[in-house]
């Protein structure tokens, strides 16, 4: 945070609230927009996660959003490492996050399946997503 370029409260000019929380205890409304970017599989529990940045946003704000997701346990290792387990505890699955995503009206979404430095796809992929939240 002391070297964030928002850290005197704006950024481009507009007032910014920079907050230095877990996504999981969030307890905020009426916010005009929501980054959130790689997020999701570093905390504990993703429904709290999701269920918090939507009531965080008024209607007709704005998510800016990437994650990740893995459609099994592994994802693209063959097996899960303990490192793994214990920096990316969540392996949300695709369906998860594209029920999320109904609630908002894309303004611009791209889904890519994710590939191993050998070029091996993995049972997973990303998600950019820009959007504004349904009323």
Request: glycine fraction near 8%; proline fraction near 5%; hydrophobic fraction near 40%.
């Amino acid at each position: 945070v002391a070297h964030c370029s928002s850290r005197n409260g704006t950024l481009l000019g507009k007032p910014v609230t920079l907050l230095a929380i877990g996504a999981e205890d969030l307890d905020i409304e009426g916010m005009d927009t929501v980054i959130s970017i790689n997020v999701i599989d570093h905390v504990q529990d993703a429904l709290a996660m999701l269920r918090n940045t939507h009531r965080a946003l008024k209607t007709g704000g704005v998510l800016i959003w990437h994650d990740r997701w893995f459609d099994t346990p592994f994802g693209c290792r063959d097996q899960v490492q303990n490192f793994e387990v214990t920096l990316h505890p969540m392996r949300p699955r695709f369906a998860l996050i594209e029920h999320f995503l109904t609630h908002f009206e894309p303004l611009y979404m791209n889904v890519r399946p994710e590939h191993t430095p050998k070029g091996r796809q993995c049972d997973g992929g990303n998600v950019y997503f820009i959007g504004k939240k349904k009323g």
